[in-house]
Antibody
Framework: QVQLQESGPGLVKPSETLSLTCTVSGGAISSSSYYWGWIRQPPGKGLAWIGTIYYNGSTYYKPSLRSRLTISVDTSKNQFSLKLSSVTAADTALYYC?????????????WGHGTLVTVSS | QSVLTQPPSVSAAPGQKVTISCSGSSSNIGNNYVSWYQHLPGTAPKLLIYDNNKRPSGIPDRFSGSKSGTSATLGITGLQTGDEADYYCGTWSISLSVVVFGGGTKLTVL
């Protein structure tokens, strides 16, 4: 059974960089059948896709976040990571890491439990 | 404001049937497969329907999906109190180059 677990600070100061890591167990992140992504949910709002990475490092990001966003992968640790720079209160959200089908971009079949990140001084 | 439009809430009695609509355009639903997610309070969202109408292993056949043109529909029959959750549709937007979700629909089982 594939499991994903997010980790990282729950509190980030405005203008600083939000960093999260997702550890994948029960399956290889280097599988050619899947992408690995991040989705967030601001308090009281709906789901919003952030970006996605393939095991070979190729990425695609939400255009509005592209200038601040970096997603990377470490196949040796079976992990992938998110870095979002210059954060504001608008980046406060529950962040989920997800497994995404390589054939259907809106198919997220495994999710982490989610980690709440608050942007506040 | 979400790219895909869902009703904010729906409700029905236990045992009854409910449908949740998801309206989009030719640049998203009209030319891509739709997925549906169930988000129970305090848990991670769960994939309910993919490829418009397919159910992942373990999802009961009380849940169904359909698509016509630029709209999709999630159907739930034999409603149970445990079905109370937020439901989201999602698909790929060709024009925006992003995965887009609906705003979510809160299902209340009265």
């Amino acid at each position: 059974q594939v499991q994903l677990q997010e980790s990282g600070p729950g509190l980030v100061k405005p203008s600083e960089t939000l960093s999260l890591t997702c550890t994948v167990s029960g399956g290889a992140i280097s599988s050619s059948s899947y992408y690995w992504g991040w989705i967030r949910q601001p308090p009281g709002k709906g789901l919003a896709w952030i970006g996605t990475i393939y095991y070979n490092g190729s990425t695609y990001y939400k255009p509005s976040l592209r200038s601040r966003l970096t997603i990377s992968v470490d196949t040796s640790k079976n992990q992938f990571s998110l870095k979002l720079s210059s954060v504001t209160a608008a980046d406060t959200a529950l962040y989920y890491c997800v497994r995404q089908s390589s054939l259907r971009r809106a198919n997220f079949d495994y999710w982490g439990h989610g980690t709440l990140v608050t942007v506040s001084s | 404001q979400s790219v895909l439009t869902q009703p904010p809430s729906v409700s029905a009695a236990p045992g009854q049937k409910v449908t949740i609509s998801c309206s989009g355009s030719s640049s998203n639903i009209g030319n891509n497969y739709v997925s549906w997610y169930q988000h129970l309070p305090g848990t991670a969202p769960k994939l309910l329907i993919y490829d418009n109408n397919k159910r992942p292993s373990g999802i009961p056949d009380r849940f169904s999906g359909s698509k016509s043109g630029t709209s999709a529909t999630l159907g739930i029959t034999g409603l149970q109190t445990g079905d109370e959750a937020d439901y989201y549709c999602g698909t790929w937007s060709i024009s925006l180059s992003v995965v887009v979700f609906g705003g979510g629909t809160k299902l209340t089982v009265l």
